[in-house]
């Protein structure tokens, strides 16, 4: 299949590396000059150009554009997409993009691959990111029957993990699975770094271990990311951060006035409840 | 040197075994036959004892016990301790085990190995545990000099980075970098698990990844460690929970009052202090 991937970062590299292998034709959309020259150098594609043109024989495009790009597309990219092409996101929200793109384009079709790491941009993609993660499809009433299969068949060809979910239960998950983390995880490393001692600064870096490492880790990713997310998840991430406030208080409380009885089942229940979930 | 070794679980136990490899004589001590049966098994000591007398030989006792036992240290332990042995805990807290204890005993250095799991008992001990781990040794006015020159040596000869702070200094850094986010941690588990539509936690279970696991992995550790740590250094916990219930108020309130600006220099400042930190 002719394959357009809008984008050549971390998700559209390792996709256009992947579905290569997989033989399709792979037109690789890159933003800038220099950037097209490493993606032609590391092979994200069969063809890569700045020019959205490049798009007119695809049968199916992926946007593998940042969340900011996707709910706001160029005018340039929407007149780009061929009316007969499939056309599926990558974007780490969902029901903001397909209110957009479902009045866009009638064969669009919403997905999320759950995959990532700390890197960005050209550099980053590498062959092997999708291999057994999960990756959510999100249809709604309006999508279309067979470019929904059409999606669901290159995602399991790329050897991930599907899961089929509505826009509004994909968003309101990740709000607390995955972008309430990011926040409260900056909070910590707020907490342990500004207006300390020095002296105790000095001993904090020195004591701080693995856990700390683990818990500040998705608190030190990329701003923008957790900007987007914030700005277009904003509802479903308030109410998360609020219910969590409840049991930080609660918490607070049991500590506070030494109820050690409820701060241990606190605990215990933690500890049974991820070994449930995980 | 023959080294007693009160208690043969994670940290008892590995210390018995790396021990025995720098040639050193260990006595151990058990809490029950069964647990005694098997450390001899596993070889954690040369001799295994649940018999307390054997320390009488010791010139170097090692109390590797839960925190309340060394906070609430039982009449036979302290009776069977040699005027002239050297003592050290292994607790994660010190200042309220040191209270105690150089009051017990003239010749105790109170110290702390970075170092540990979530396993725990008598079958976790592993001889590699504390290769290149902190440990910590917090000397107050009362330590007796030669006594603090030996578990430093003894400490180097583990492989270990030694760290000197004060008792104070040590609980504070702790309350931040390792207990916080005990708390904090839990916190999550709960927000993302109680009271949820069975729909959402359905599908919040298949995307947790990555992120959701690193975040919540100390908020499932060991329930009793956690209430003791919350017990016995309560009021630098709450001082930093105070503090990071303030980051996460603010964080709050730049999504609510869509002060994209300030919410996205958060996210940069905690990029940047975590790459200074770690």
């Known amino acids: 299949m002719n394959i357009g991937i809008v984008g050549l970062g971390l998700i559209g590299g390792s996709l256009g590396l992947k579905l290569q292998k997989l033989n399709h034709t792979i ?23 700045c ?25 340039l990219l929407i007149k780009s ?14 029901k903001p993009i397909i209110d957009i793109w479902e009045n866009i384009h009638p064969l669009f079709v919403g997905s999320h691959p759950m995959a990532g790491n700390e890197h960005q941009g050209v550099e980053s993609g590498f062959i092997n990111l999708f291999d057994k993660a999960k990756w959510v499809i999100t249809p709604t009433k309006r999508t279309n029957s ?7 068949h290159l995602i399991k060809s790329l050897n991930c993990d599907l899961v089929e979910t509505s826009p509004e239960t994909h968003d309101k998950a990740v709000a607390e699975v995955s972008h309430l983390p990011i926040f409260l995880s900056s909070s910590l ?11 105790i600064l000095e001993i904090s870096k020195k004591l701080a271990s693995s856990g700390f490492a683990d818990t500040s880790r998705v608190g030190a990713g990329n701003p923008q990311l957790g900007l987007d997310l ?12 609020k219910e969590f406030k409840n ?11 030494e109820d050690w009885a409820k701060l ?15």
Do not use: M, W
């Open 146 to 152: 067979k470019a929904l299969e059409i999606i669901k």
């Open 189 to 199: 490393i707020h907490t342990v770094n500004v207006n300390k001692e020095s002296q």
């Open 51 to 75: 020019d959205l043109n490049t798009l007119k024989d695809c049968s199916l495009i992926i946007l593998a554009l940042p969340i900011q790009e996707l709910i706001k597309p160029s005018k």
């Open 264 to 278: 241990y089942q606190r605990l215990e229940d933690s500890k049974k409840f991820r070994l449930d979930f995980l």
């Open 27 to 49: 037109f690789g959309i890159s933003n800038n000059e220099s950037n097209k020259e490493k993606a032609i150098k590391r092979n994200l594609a069969n063809t890569v150009s």
């Open 247 to 257: 049991y930080i208080d609660e918490v607070e409380n049991f500590i506070e006035g």
């Open 81 to 94: 997409i061929p009316e007969n092409a499939i056309v599926t996101d990558v974007g780490s929200i969902k």
């Open 230 to 241: 914030a700005k277009h998840n904003r509802t479903h991430i308030l109410k998360a951060l």
